[in-house]
């Protein structure tokens, strides 16, 4: 997979993630095990970006 397409793919998935955390969090009781693990993600896809880029 080409590089460029690689970060496309990881930005949309963290963008998704965004979408996740931001529905998880509009509920009355927002589940925080899962909100724990939606944020790990999140990072984790944020780390990868930001190590791709610098390539």
């Known amino acids: 997979m080409a ?3 690689r970060l ?3 930005h949309n998935r ?5 979408s996740q955390i931001e529905q998880e969090l509009r509920h ?6 899962r909100l724990a693990e939606l944020k790990k993600q999140k990072l984790h ?9 610098g390539q």
Not at 14 to 18: E, R
């Open 45 to 53: 896809l944020k780390e990868t970006i930001a190590e791709l880029e």
């Open 14 to 18: 963290h963008s998704n993630l965004d």
């Open 28 to 33: 009355p009781a927002p589940d925080n095990l």
């Open 8 to 10: 496309e793919t990881l």
């Open 3 to 5: 590089l460029s397409a």
